[in-house]
């Protein structure tokens, strides 16, 4: 008797328990419109969900570097400038830090970089960084952009534009 209810009960649990999950890339376009509906929070919140539901998907690397780039653009207007940057780099670093191989992971660490050295002029570290990014993805479509940034790193505008190779001249 046990078994027979057992067995008529399975299924239908299974089926409940389905009928309530989402897949990885419901919750990736869910929160790619969300933001295109300039509806931030929950776009993040939609973002926060894959990577919690779905740690292992190859889209939880692209959830955080979506959730960074909101950040790092300031789309929070309550959120004050600095604390928005703040975690943007959480959100960078950790693309790098649990999915190093991702193709998400240079453009992390890129802006990772970017965001140490003109938003908040921590060089050495921004230094390390860009650096990391050459040894670690040399033949990237970035490349030319980071060895561009660490020629020009901790200068002003001014300086920049100084420089005579900046215009092509010799």
């Known amino acids: 008797m046990r078994k027979s209810i057992f067995l008529l009960v399975l299924p239908l649990i299974l089926i409940l328990s389905g009928c309530e999950s989402k897949k990885d890339s419901e919750y990736l376009a ?3 419109k969300l933001v295109k509906e300039q509806k931030v929070e929950e776009a993040l919140d939609a973002f926060q969900q894959l990577k919690a539901k ?3 998907s190859k889209l939880a690397s692209k959830s955080l570097l979506e959730m960074g ?8 207007k309550e959120l004050p400038r600095k604390e928005s940057l703040e975690f943007a780099l959480r959100y960078f670093r950790e693309v790098n830090e649990k ?4 193709t998400e992971a240079p453009v992390a660490l890129f802006m990772t970089a ?5 938003e908040m002029q921590e060089f050495d570290e921004a230094r390390a960084k860009y650096e990391q990014f050459l040894k670690l993805f040399p033949a990237h479509e970035l490349t030319p952009s ?16 100084s420089q005579k190779d900046v ?3 010799k």
């Open 30 to 32: 869910e929160a790619e």
């Open 54 to 56: 779905f740690p292992d």
């Open 69 to 76: 780039k909101i950040y790092q653009a300031g789309m929070l």
């Open 99 to 102: 999915y190093p191989k991702s």
């Open 114 to 118: 970017f965001i140490l050295a003109n």
């Open 146 to 161: 980071v060895q561009s940034e660490l020629s020009t790193l901790g200068m002003t505008p001014e300086q920049i534009l």
């Open 167 to 169: 215009f092509g001249k």
